[in-house]
């Protein structure tokens, strides 16, 4: 009896952390992070290449994600304007409802217009969602830093990646579904509610506990320094350099694959429903499993050694849709791809963004992580959007999934040059601190 007991008890600390009120709440706002995404990423490119648009356009498309990578220039505004009206219910909460409403408006937007007849309009509209889903993204990622406690970062990354892959597989799957019943227009309409999640926890919960108020924010002349300060705090840091230079190139093998799948799969004459079941459906599972993996490795091996291996591992994921190109045309083949890829990204989701959490200075949340994701993913986004259907067209899928699981390496050995020189841990902020820390 004492032995189960002990089991009981082991089972429900092992469970407790995830169901408090801070990582429940990096749930919530991961759903709605993930669904523009969704909107202007595969779900787009789906649309697209169905509308019989050429693939250099299609992949042209990705452009728009450049937009979360500029979101930076104004991430400062998030942290230092206070809204009209909406300003009263705080900081983080009024800006998570102003950037939910935008989000919806825009995806509206998106979904009335007409690839066909305005290749350039469509555009236009994919950038505004791009704009308004970059906002609600600075906002969600300050709200979820600010929330969770230093102990709760890998535990909170993991719950915010949770939702964020359930916003984007949920949004994605019903755009696919309700497209073949009432058209891409109806199928958009109907994902503009996923904006919801994040703004009802802004409203329950209230501002987050954590949160700091940066120095000297309120005159115009502090202006300048509202968008320097951020930045020159960051770049005084030991091995800032090194770290913002890991920051760029360790995704750029998997942004570039990643951003094409649905291309790979279109020419593969995979239907909306297989890519529904076996990439929306096994990814789906995979990516949570992985999650879950990736909680376990980060409790186990500590911060370093899990990144260190979720970056191998991401890496060599590619090499699954190389295999699965020259096999053809195989359900079996498209769900072990996927299946692989996405159990990598799981675990890469928990390890990697914990890191990247911890290196927000709490006066300077909102504009550090805007830099800080946005690096992230900007070489990989412009790569595909400019060469990434020349290069297939050219090499073919085996040889350009190839070359991303070539360009995965650079970002593996600069990690752990960086642990060899302890520049991981001198390179973290104050929110990887308890209050009253000094940072190393």
Not at 24 to 39: D, K, N, Q, R, W
Not at 91 to 100: E, I, K
Not at 173 to 194: D, E, K, Q, T
């Amino acid at each position: 009896m004492t032995d189960a007991a002990t089991g009981r008890t082991g089972w429900l600390d092992a469970v407790k952390p995830y169901v408090e009120k801070a990582p429940l709440a990096a749930f919530f706002l991961g759903i709605s992070s993930g669904f523009p995404y969704a909107m202007i990423g595969a779900t787009l490119t789906t649309r697209l290449a169905q509308d019989g648009i050429d693939k250099k356009a299609v992949t042209a498309f990705t452009l728009a994600f450049l937009v979360y990578n500029l979101k930076w220039l104004w991430a400062w505004v998030v942290d230092g304007v206070r809204l009209p009206l909406l300003g009263r219910l705080g900081q983080r909460v009024s800006w998570l409802v102003f950037a939910g409403a935008l989000v919806m408006a825009a995806v509206v937007n998106l979904a009335l217009v007409d690839p066909t007849a305005g290749l350039l309009q469509t555009a236009y509209a994919a950038i505004l969602v791009g704009m308004a889903g970059a906002t609600l993204d600075i906002v969600i990622d300050a709200y979820r830093i600010e929330m969770l406690k230093p102990e709760q970062l890998g535990v909170g990354s993991g719950m915010s990646q949770y939702g964020w892959r359930i916003g984007s597989v949920a949004a994605g799957g019903l755009a696919l579904v309700l497209a073949a019943r009432i058209g891409w227009s109806g199928a958009y309409m109907a994902c503009a509610i996923f904006a919801l999640p994040a703004m009802l926890t802004g409203l329950v919960l209230g501002e987050p506990e954590r949160r700091r108020e940066p120095a000297g924010r309120r005159g115009m002349s502090e202006v300048w320094q509202s968008i320097a300060g951020p930045l020159a705090e960051f770049f005084q840091r030991r091995g800032a350099l090194l770290v913002l230079l890991f920051i760029l190139l360790h995704k750029i093998g998997d942004t570039l694959a990643n951003l094409t799948f649905r291309l790979l799969f279109d020419d593969m004459g995979f239907t909306n429903d297989e890519i529904a079941i076996y990439d929306i459906g096994i990814g789906f599972w995979a990516y949570l499993i992985g999650i879950f993996v990736g909680g376990i490795l980060y409790a186990r091996l500590g911060m370093k050694r899990s990144v260190l291996f979720s970056l191998f591992l991401m890496g060599v994921s590619n090499l699954s849709f190389a295999v699965l190109a020259a096999a053809g045309h195989s359900n079996w083949g498209m769900a072990g791809a996927i299946g692989f890829e996405n159990f990598a990204s799981g675990i890469g989701g928990v390890t990697v963004v914990a890191y990247f959490s911890a290196l927000c200075d709490l006066r300077f949340t909102a504009a550090q992580y805007a830099l800080i994701s946005a690096a992230a993913s900007i070489v990989g986004r412009f790569l595909t959007g400019t060469t990434a259907g020349t290069m297939i067209e050219r090499f073919g899928y085996v040889q350009f999934y190839l070359l991303t699981t070539v360009l995965a390496v650079p970002g593996i050995v600069l990690f752990w040059l960086m642990m060899r020189a302890g520049l991981i841990d001198a390179s973290v902020g104050t929110a990887a601190r308890e209050a009253g820390d000094q940072p190393a």
